[in-house]
């Protein structure tokens, strides 16, 4: 696989006694990329991205970032290393406000967190650090607001905003807009992406079930299906195959429908 | 971020203190005498809710820890001749630090009720041990705890009750003075951020970068530490270290005066522990049947004001600010 | 060889007892998740009350032989408490498993007081009517009738409520409600109901137990915060939730009692707790629990 792999899986297999959930998963992941992973449920998806995130180790194969293997290393030091995971179900710290959840991460990654006794109000460089990270997201005006008072979508912001606040160099996001009207999706992805930009960050990876988004944000879509990777193409390669469209997003576009991409030209 | 503390929290803290202080003075030996264990409670409430209202981490064995704080006086006043009473707090909480670190490392991969029924287990364990090995622990009777001297000076003309309402009520004040500001300081700190956000979503908290077996693991140690300090207060003021010191309802009383005083609040232990002193010690005069009383009046909290005195204050006081 | 069989006898009766309280224990928690401190406070309930029912029925003029089936009624009827304490208890149901921990213990309180004052603070006890009953003889050894009955009780209530939680169409909607409260609230689980069959069912374990242990031993108010340390360290063993770890971890909690009492009486309560600790380290949901963490 290339060097420049940020993040890379060779021949991952994953095997829960008779059941294979991942069969022979190999893809790579560079500086610049915002690949996307996508296919049916069932295919394969979490645990794929569960392996990526160093949670399952993989029966058979490899998964590394930054070139270190990090079979099974478990979120902690895998956020120390420097990839964030933001998921699907909204996590929060339902007590503490919009400024103190994400001055978590800033202290994780200044790695401040065994200073016993020293003062947390009184570092002005950490809470600008909340405030810069907080703006990106539109949450300035709601740092001490109480997180469990927010709204569905702020807490989902303020999730994402806390995974960015690690300066990670890779984030995962899982199903980021779901949840979310689709009026707002296009303009939390817009945010996501810029955000990225701004902090950093190096690549993204990127799991939707919504073939939109996937066709206007990323650079790469990975396509699983029954635990194996069906297709590993650019958008416009992607959607201009139609069975593996048909596969990915359903039977409603059959064969019947050959050349048909049920509209979602890039 | 309410850190830095407001003037009024300030404010009332200093009069706080200043009427501790002036209480000898003011009030009856007798209540006088019922501070005394009302401080070492303090101080060990102040340890036991680092782990249990900001860490989320209910124990049911921190008396585990206030009987090593006894016994380690009675061993260093009476068998090792050590009557520092400076050393004898400083040893007691090490002690207890180290007594901690198996149990912690072993009751920390488990949460929320295996934790408490784990952490009983191990006060009982060594309440039995105390209580049977009587060659070593003195057994039932326990082991006297001998008078210790305060900054080197030995008070050997004072008697007993002047001792300890004097001199003795002094040192007790400064040490839970600068062991609340020093406990204020962890809490308010990076890792006491940490801490709460364990507290609040272990999972979540992780994938933040936050070390929460390790944490969960120092934080442990601190309130063993807090609590042996506060045993150490108890067996001199006592004279006596007694198994049941560490026996699973001493360490439920622990958690009944955390609860009343208000778990989410830092000063709710401090109310709690001396709300509950004199609340025992009027009902053990006022009826045999005080145990049925404070029970009413733990369910009736748990019920109706789970979050305590402190919380009732707290409303009080947003009412009185809206008007 | 009297003296091992003498220990194992030993062991196996305090098993016995122990193993219903630590079922009433492990249904509680099994299907409603609350951890009841107050167990040992239903045992001595039953012990205390148990002892006042055979002087009744002596006073009324009922014949000695008739103890058993007198404590064993007693212990079923007292059951009763537990509806009103579940009633209590459903105020903090929706709360933080802490709260309802420290209910359980302010309940331990109450109780300890209503103990001295319906039966003062002396120990009481049934003298040797244990003995009453006579010996039976097992080959060569013999033993005391009334343990061998308890025992043989303590095995008809295992299977009948392993029966009951397997076979019966109740026993499956209390399995289904321990495995998931909303799903079986969906499909039609009466919850409210089957928390307090539930509950009292654990309480009637728990008085039954009691009961029955009186005419071996003496009745004290130590025992409700003494038995919660025996009870504990057998569903730790077993596992939380499991009847299973409830016989296993009884058997193993009662044996090693009675072996450290007869070797090396200083180690009695120690060596179950170095036990649970070992099982711990090894497994750390005890013998048959599900890992939880």
């Known amino acids: ?15 829960y006694g008779d059941f294979v959930a991942l069969d022979g998963v190999s893809l790579a992941v560079a500086a610049g990329e915002t690949v996307a992973i996508v296919g049916p449920n069932g295919a394969g998806k979490t645990t794929l991205v569960n392996v990526l995130t160093g949670l399952l180790k993989p029966t058979e194969g490899v998964v590394r970032f930054k070139g270190e293997d990090i079979a099974g290393i478990g979120p902690v030091l895998l956020a120390q290393r420097g990839m964030a995971r933001a998921f699907q179900l909204v996590h929060i710290f339902p007590a503490l406000t919009v400024a103190e959840t994400i001055a978590v991460a800033v202290v994780s990654h200044e790695r401040q967190s065994l200073r016993v006794v020293a003062s947390l109000g009184k570092n002005r460089a950490l809470w600008q650090r909340v405030r810069d990270v907080a703006a990106i997201f539109g949450l300035d005006g709601k740092l001490d607001s109480t997180a469990r008072l927010l709204s569905q979508g702020e807490k989902k912001l303020l999730d994402i905003a806390s995974a960015f606040a690690l300066v990670p160099e890779v984030i995962l996001l899982d199903e980021p807009t779901s949840g979310v009207s689709s009026g707002d999706k296009h303009a939390i992805m817009r945010t ?14 990127l799991v939707e079930h919504d073939m939109d988004l996937v066709a206007e944000y990323s650079t790469r879509i990975v396509a699983l299906q029954g635990g194996k990777v069906l297709a590993d193409r650019a958008p416009d390669a992607f959607f201009a195959d139609p069975e593996i469209v048909a596969a990915i997003v359903g039977k409603r576009v059959g064969r019947l429908a050959a050349g048909h991409t049920a509209g979602r030209a890039p | 971020m309410k850190d830095a503390p407001g003037r009024v929290l300030l404010v009332g803290v200093a009069i706080v203190v200043v009427a501790l202080a002036a209480f000898p003075k003011v009030a009856s030996p007798y209540y006088t005498t019922l501070v005394l264990p009302a401080f070492g409670y303090a101080i060990a409430l102040l340890g036991f809710n680092l782990l249990f209202g900001f860490t989320g981490l209910l124990s049911f064995g921190h008396a585990l820890f206030v009987a090593i704080g006894a016994y380690s006086a009675a061993v260093l006043t009476g068998k090792l001749g050590v009557k520092s009473f400076e050393a004898i707090v400083l ?12 149990v912690a490392l072993l009751a920390v991969r488990y949460v929320r009720i295996f934790f408490g029924i784990l952490t009983l287990a191990f006060g009982m364990l060594f309440h039995s041990f105390l209580f049977k090995f009587y060659n070593l622990t003195g057994g039932d009777t326990g082991m006297r705890v001998l008078r210790p001297t305060l900054f080197g000076t030995d008070f050997k003309e004072l008697d ?10 002094y040192e007790c004040l400064a040490l839970l003075v600068v062991l609340a500001f020093a406990m204020w300081r962890i809490v308010h700190s990076p890792f006491g951020l940490h801490l709460a956000a364990i507290r609040e979503n272990p999972r979540k908290a992780e994938y933040l970068g936050v070390r929460v077996h390790r944490f969960r693991l120092l934080a442990f140690l601190i309130s063993a530490f807090y609590g042996a300090v506060g045993g150490a207060i108890l067996g001199v003021n006592i004279g006596q270290a007694d198994p049941e010191l560490a026996y699973w309802t001493h360490s439920g009383e622990l958690v009944f005066m955390t609860v009343l005083g208000g778990f989410a609040s830092f000063f709710g232990p401090l109310l709690g522990a001396f709300t509950f002193i004199f609340l025992k010690s009027e009902l053990m005069g006022a009826t045999e049947y005080w145990r049925f009383f404070l029970g009413v009046t733990l369910a009736v909290i748990v019920i109706a004001f789970p979050r305590g005195l402190m919380g009732l204050a707290s409303d009080a006081w947003t009412k009185a600010v809206r008007r | 060889m009297t003296s091992f069989f003498d220990v194992l006898i030993g062991g196996v009766f305090h098993a016995s007892v122990l193993f219903l309280v630590a079922a009433g224990l492990q249904l509680v928690f099994g299907v409603q998740r609350i951890v009841n401190l107050a167990c040992g406070s239903f045992y001595a309930l039953g012990a205390y009350f148990g002892i006042s029912a055979v002087g009744w029925a002596t006073a009324g003029g009922l014949p000695t032989w008739t103890f ?10 007292l059951g009763v ?18 709260f309802q921990l420290l209910l359980t213990f302010a309940l331990v309180l109450m109780f300890q007081d209503v103990l001295r004052f319906f039966w003062g603070a002396n120990p009481k006890q049934l003298g040797n009517l244990s003995m009453s009953y006579g010996k039976v003889a097992l080959g060569d050894v013999s033993l005391p009738t009334y343990n061998v009955l308890v025992m043989l009780a303590s095995v008809a209530i295992a299977v009948s409520l392993g029966w009951f939680l397997q076979r019966t169409r109740h026993g499956r909607i209390l399995r289904a409600t321990a495995e998931n409260r909303e799903m079986a609230a969906a499909l039609g689980a009466d919850v409210r109901r089957i928390y307090a069959s539930v509950f009292t069912l654990g309480t009637v374990l728990g008085t039954v137990g009691g009961a029955l242990v009186v005419p071996t031993a003496a009745a004290s108010l130590d025992m409700p915060v003494e038995l919660v340390v025996e009870a504990f360290a057998v569903v730790v063993i077993g596992g939380l939730g499991s009847m299973r770890g409830a016989l296993v971890g009884a058997l193993v909690v009662g044996l090693t009692r009675a072996a450290a009492i007869s070797f090396y009486a200083e180690l009695e309560v120690l060596a179950i707790y170095l036990i649970v600790i070992v099982v711990l380290v090894a497994r750390p949901a005890g013998l048959f629990g599900k890992p939880v963490e």
């Open chain 1, 1 to 15: 696989m290339s060097d420049t792999a940020l993040i890379e899986t060779i021949g991952v297999k994953k095997a």
């Open chain 1, 192 to 205: 996501l992406v810029d955000a990225a930009q701004r902090a950093g960050v190096k690549a993204i990876l």
């Open chain 2, 91 to 102: 040893v007691a909480g090490i002690v207890a630090v180290i007594a901690a670190l198996p």
């Open chain 2, 160 to 169: 007993k009750t002047t001792f300890l309402i004097g001199p003795y009520y």
């Open chain 3, 68 to 77: 058993l089936p007198v404590l064993i009624v007693s212990g079923l009827v």
């Open chain 3, 81 to 98: 408490v537990g509806l009103p304490i579940e009633r209590l208890l459903r105020t903090v149901y929706k709360r933080d498993e802490a």
